[in-house]
């Protein structure tokens, strides 16, 4: 590990305060675990490796000499899947550019990322397909999901329900909007059965370039999409004590959206860690981790959802399976360690010593 911590590294982060999920769950937390000192990247300043988030300037670093400084890019949204002249792909860089994110305008945002990803030295992206993607315009590219750290602090042992059945939801309050998927399956559902949303999130946030922009109350969103919604501020100390009082997690998908449908699957693990069975839109990557561990809950259609739910609500020994089946195999197959090696092969690789191949299939050997 002494290779690392002579290491001279920047970092663009997501937020200054490092509490975005992006930084506190990926690199940041890699950081602390392998003692890497950092600092926030200055363009002005020589490092031996700088780390950039999507929130990085790739105007700029994409035209950064090769030479001395080693760049990797935490590439982790399907940006690629996107339609070129998609209004929302045509407006990002020019959004960018007068918000000075990017000193330079970049009409074609795609372009941009792809001149990102073959300026980079390494990129870590978070599906298979997103790596892909990316490896014809990198090929030395890394499938990292989040590292969910201090967040588990308590797991669910009693799947009883009360009269009134408990949902939970986790997310950017920017997603809150996903709920409508399911909308009116739930408003079938409640015919039958009462129950409460409890949503946990942020209490306010921007709509735009990382919650930056546009500032909004949650509550009025919450109040919008249904009455039966309690809000939670979204707390690591909190978090898994609230998750585990309620009795099904709800990760419904926009499965039409190609950012939202390309996620992978950390929501799905985060929840499994604490015991807790899941529901969830059957995207590429929450469809292949259910059938990985042996679950059939992920929901592509509308009548997928009103049977999945009907059943689960109905049926304690069968929450208790799912819950204790994906607690068990998030831990077997996405434990701490193994994630924190693959980081340590994405700095290793800078020097030539990765197998990339190898990296994805099995765990890695501990530095010599």
């Known amino acids: 590990m ?8 920047g970092y663009v ?3 200054l305060t490092f509490e975005y999920p992006g930084d506190r769950r990926r690199f940041c937390y890699y950081a602390s675990k392998r003692n890497i000192r950092f600092e926030i990247a200055k363009p002005s300043q020589a490092y031996d490796v700088v780390v950039l988030t999507q929130a990085a300037d790739i105007s700029f670093w994409s035209q950064y000499p090769r030479g001395r400084t080693k760049i990797v890019f935490d590439f982790i949204d399907s940006y690629l899947s996107v339609p070129t002249l998609s209004p929302k792909n045509l407006l990002r860089g020019v959004a960018k550019f007068a918000t000075r994110q990017n000193q330079r305008l970049l009409l074609n945002y795609t372009r941009g990322l792809k001149e990102m990803c073959r300026r980079a030295d390494a990129t870590v992206c978070s599906t298979e397909e997103q790596r892909q993607a990316v490896l014809h315009f990198c090929p030395n590219t890394h499938v990292i999901l989040d590292v969910h750290g201090t967040a588990v602090r308590e797991c669910k042992s009693d799947y009883a329900v009360d009269d009134v059945f408990h949902f939970v939801w986790e997310g950017l309050p920017g997603n809150f909007r996903h709920l409508l998927e399911i909308r ?4 079938s559902l409640r015919r039958k059965c009462p129950f409460m949303i409890h949503a946990i999130t942020d209490l306010q946030y921007g709509r735009y370039l990382h919650g930056q922009f546009a500032k909004r109350n949650t509550l009025n969103d919450a109040r919008k999409l249904s009455p039966h919604i309690r809000l939670y501020a979204w707390h690591e100390h909190t978090f898994s004590a609230i998750v ?3 009795d099904l997690a709800l990760i419904p998908i926009p499965l039409q959206d190609p950012i939202c449908a390309g996620k992978p699957e950390n929501k799905l693990l985060l929840f499994w860690r604490i015991g807790m069975p899941v529901l969830a839109s059957a995207t590429a990557a929450y469809s292949r981790a259910m059938k990985r561990s042996g679950l059939a809950m992920a929901c592509a259609t509308r009548e997928d959802w009103q049977a999945a739910l009907e059943y689960y609500t109905s049926h304690e020994d069968a929450r208790k399976q799912a819950g204790q089946r994906g607690k ?3 831990e077997e197959e996405y434990s701490e360690e193994s994630t924190l090696l693959l980081w340590d092969e994405v700095f290793r690789s800078l020097h030539g010593e990765s197998n990339v191949e190898g990296a994805q299939m099995t765990s890695l050997h501990t530095w010599s």
């Open 328 to 330: 068990a195999f998030a």
């Open 13 to 15: 982060p997501y937020s």
């Open 2 to 9: 002494k290779f690392l911590r002579e290491l001279l590294v």
């Open 184 to 187: 009116e399956v739930l408003e």
């Open 244 to 246: 585990r009082s309620c």
